[in-house]
């Protein structure tokens, strides 16, 4: 009896622990966030209203409403609603014709989008259940609501206005099933089970019904998900509505080019989007990385942008056409009244409103209509054929440079749009083949002409079907607007960023400060004292308090007071390793321009030593003592010792000395500089909105500019003119800040140097927006490379960069040496710029000229 008692005890343990098993596995559900009883859950979650998950009244209907034309329903996956869905919903769903809604598994939860959770569903591939699923809730909820009906996955960007053009060109009354229609590779044909006449839409570029399909089809959902021949549910789609709509997918060739699929994966769509693909489509599928949403809905607002300006000008030749018949004349018609009190243009220049300047936006296109006043204002063509020809360049023939690629690229692009606008109607297409030769001018003030001579390729294929080839002159004229001023903003609160971003950077509600780890020891002011851990600190600033609510009214201060732009302080922050002579020469310069004015300027040297010349390293160090006892101004030391130099390393040492919303500037121990500069500087650079990146004026060496060997032919006289001349005999009226500005000003001339459009070192730049893009990389070591990593991070970011010549930054001659010890790139870049400062090209035709030796050797026996 106990051996038996013993059994049956064993026997129920078992049996309960199965069904406790059995129970555990069916309520408990494991998602990626977190683990959920299943009652719980569906007692807690109520599923929203379809209409008020859309946004759509109950009696907004197709008669009255221009946004019920189409219904989306973009399938997705739990792991996917706060990327992809998130960019969908926030780029190309905003511009919809209609409305949209995300379709999930039952356990997904998206606060802020219109997410149905579909009853019963899962998130495993393939999504056949879904997308049947989801076709079911679209009439069961909306099927009276919307004409058509999309069915789209959450990778494909949808153009919504060429979306809205397409579908009201096609009858919605009748049965409709578009999209690129397929049959699968030769090998899938019989495993598709397919009749020789069926096909399917494939569902990643998008698939539409028209209502009259849906209807058909809805109601028989649950017997296609029973009769399922394949796991690809967009086949099965096809299927269930050739059975029971009577119709296929339709088969047409131009849904390849409006329903894009780019075949090349994850890389589709990341690389330049100025494509006739691309241009033409109306969905583009597959877009893998959410962030390229963002980037393709920005080009496509910029595409519209442009429309909207060509329309512009479009209406403004129409006025100015239509005012000339009237006699008005052009200076009159920004003041031409249509009737008494009613003007033709109500709002004037700096007006909100203001619609441009009519008697430049509304000139005719001609060729002729900017005359020069003398020969020399003339701007001659450049010739295009396999090169470009150019009389006015010191390479007359050269390859195409890449921006006049892409320039003639988009003009082609656009032509052709244009000629093919009315191809449907005429039954015939136009295709480009060949530029055979084309010519272009760019006139400063006045805009771009150009010619191009075009072989096309003629296609008709309505009526008599025929090709030819055929030529084409196009004659385009791009005009530029007349310059406007626009205040920018001084100092504004930093733009909104997103909240999960910030979570990310500061999990205490704070902005997170980058900390160097090599830089631990360095040598600079502490900013953490003994006053701020007793907090005499805080006990000041309160009695300050106290002391302005005390003051009168016109002696307060206010917290919002900022110093006025021209006094606001720079902090500039200068590398430094050896060269004690070159650093002397910059100090009198600091010492000309700062310390001898009231210009709030701080100086912060960054030292390291230079293990081959170690007596710089003091010297350098008593030059800085010297400096701040004879003016006792603000100069500070960050010692970084016998480091290996870096320069990143080295201004992020010195931005640590400053606070966050001070102006830092990045200078070189080469630069020359005067008060023009630092107004600029401060001018250029805005906090939260803008950095300033001077293209500085580069010295050639001095040797070359005024070498005999470089500048005449053997027995010439040269004669070196001096553009400066004309300010010497008006010493006497200068102020000392001009004459100041004089000593540091150098002649800026083809003859004397080059801006250096390909520097990036010297910068402008607030120390928070420095932080808020990451800073230097510091792992680059050496000479190079830092700078122009960090000119990208900030071009990709949200902050303007400001780009312009500079010709009070000037850099001062020195000969370069390039360490072989550089990184390849490093070290590429340094030969780059060791060439590009020697001299110039009209230098070395002279010195080759006059040594003809060089060009033609001669062998042993002197001949060449």
């Known amino acids: 009896m106990p051996r038996r008692s013993k059994w049956m005890h064993l026997l129920a343990g078992i049996v309960a622990g199965v069904t406790l098993g059995v129970f555990l596995i069916l309520c408990l559900r494991t998602s990626s966030r977190s683990v959920e009883t299943c009652p719980v859950a569906a007692k807690t979650y109520v599923a929203p209203d379809p209409l008020v998950l859309i946004d759509l009244k109950p009696d ?190 339709t088969w047409s060739y131009d849904m390849q080019t409006i329903l894009h699929h780019n075949s090349s994966g994850a890389a589709a769509y990341t690389g330049r989007l100025k494509k006739r693909e691309i241009h033409r489509a109306i969905t583009l599928h597959p877009v893998k990385d959410h962030r390229q949403m963002y980037r393709l809905h920005t080009y496509f607002k910029n595409l519209h942008i442009q429309s909207l300006r060509e329309q512009s000008l479009d209406l403004h030749r129409d006025i100015a056409s239509s005012v000339r018949e009237l006699g008005v004349k052009m200076d009159q018609v920004s003041d031409y009244e249509l009737e008494p009190g009613v003007p033709l243009f109500p709002a004037k220049t700096g007006e909100p409103g203001y619609l441009g300047n009519n008697r430049i936006l509304g000139a005719p296109v001609d060729f002729n209509r900017f005359k020069a006043d003398n020969p020399e204002d003339i701007v001659p063509f450049d010739f295009i054929s396999k090169s470009i020809y150019s009389i006015s360049h010191s390479n007359p023939k050269r390859r195409i440079e890449t921006p006049l690629k892409e320039a003639i690229d988009d003009i082609i692009r656009e032509v052709m749009e244009i000629i093919n606008g009315p191809s449907r109607q005429r039954g015939r297409v136009i295709d480009f083949n060949e530029l055979l030769y084309g ?82 020891d360095t040598e600079r002011d502490s900013p953490s004292s003994l006053l701020d851990r007793i907090k005499v600190r805080e006990a000041f600033q309160n009695g300050l308090s106290h002391l302005r609510n005390g003051l009168p009214k016109i002696l307060k201060w206010t917290d919002d007071f900022e110093y006025p732009i021209y006094d606001r302080r720079i902090h500039f922050i200068l590398p430094l390793m050896g060269r004690a002579e070159i650093f002397h020469r910059f100090m009198r310069n600091y010492e000309d321009i700062v310390l001898r004015s009231d210009e709030t300027v701080s100086l912060i040297v960054v030292l390291y030593m230079d293990s081959k010349k170690p007596l710089d390293y003091e010297n350098s160090e008593a030059l800085i003592t010297t400096y701040k006892d004879r003016y006792g101004k603000d100069i500070r030391l960050v010692s970084m010792g016998s480091r290996t130099f870096s320069r990143g390393a080295a201004l992020s040492a010195g931005l640590e000395l400053i606070d966050d919303d001070q102006l830092a500037f990045f200078v070189d121990v080469d630069m020359m500089f005067n008060h023009v500069s630092l107004r600029r500087i401060r001018i250029n650079t805005i ?49 000392a800040a001009q004459l100041a500005d004089l000593k540091y000003s150098k002649q800026i001339t083809d003859d004397f140097g080059y801006f250096r459009q390909y520097g990036f070192g010297i910068l402008g730049i607030y120390k928070c927006d420095f932080m808020r893009v990451g800073g230097f990389d510091l792992n ?67 010195y080759m000229l006059n040594h003809p030796e060089l060009l033609w050797p001669r062998d042993e026996k002197g001949a060449s």
């Open 60 to 249: 907004e209907n197709i008669q009255n409403s221009n946004r019920t034309l189409v219904f989306v329903g973009v399938m997705t996956a739990e792991q996917y609603l706060t990327t992809r869905a998130r960019a969908v919903y926030e780029t190309w769903a905003q511009d919809l014709p209609g409305r949209l809604a995300f379709f999930s598994s039952e356990v997904s939860r998206a606060p802020g989008l219109p997410l149905v959770s579909l009853r019963n569903v899962d998130d495993s591939y393939p999504p056949q259940k879904k997308s049947f699923m989801m076709l079911l809730y679209m009439y069961e909820n909306y099927g009276d609501k919307f004409e058509w009906f999309m069915r789209a996955d959450d990778d494909v960007y949808v153009r919504g206005d060429k979306l809205g053009r397409f579908l009201r060109s096609v009858d919605s009354r009748k049965p409709q099933f578009i999209g690129q229609a397929g049959r699968g590779t030769n090998s899938e044909r019989d495993a598709l089970a397919l009749d020789y006449n069926e096909n399917f839409c494939m569902g990643g570029p998008g698939v539409l019904m028209s209502r009259e399909t849906l209807r058909r089809v809805a109601p028989h959902v649950k017997y296609c998900l029973k009769h399922l021949y394949t796991t690809h549910e967009d086949v099965e789609i096809g299927r269930c509505v050739a059975k029971f709509a009577g119709v296929s997918c």
């Open 780 to 846: 680059i070591k050496g000479w190079g490379l830092e700078d122009v990593q960090l000119f990208e991070t900030l071009i990709k970011s949200n902050l303007t960069v400001f780009r312009i010549a500079d010709d009070t930054l000037v850099h001062i001659f020195h000969s370069v040496d390039c360490d072989k010890n550089l990184e390849k790139s490093q070290f590429l870049m340094c030969l780059g710029t060791k060439a590009s400062t020697y001299g110039s090209d009209k230098h070395m035709y002279y």
């Open 439 to 520: 010519y272009v001018r760019l006139q400063p003030l006045h805009g771009v002409d150009t010619v191009l001579d075009l072989l096309l390729h003629y296609r008709r294929y309505r009526g008599r079907k025929m090709t030819a080839a055929v030529r084409r002159h196009a004659y385009l004229q791009q005009t530029f607007a007349a310059t406007e001023i626009r205040e920018l903003p001084m100092g504004e609160p930093p733009p909104a960023e997103d909240p999960r971003v910030l979570e990310r950077l500061d999990l205490d509600g704070r902005n997170s400060r980058h900390e160097y780890e090599d830089l631990e």
């Open 687 to 735: 906090k939260y909105h803008q950095v300033y990146f001077p293209i500085v004026f580069s010295e050639y060496n001095p040797e070359v500019v005024y070498g005999d060997d470089y500048n005449k032919f053997k027995g010439e006289t040269l004669v070196m003119k001096s553009d400066l001349g004309k300010y010497v005999a008006k010493d006497d009226q200068l102020t």
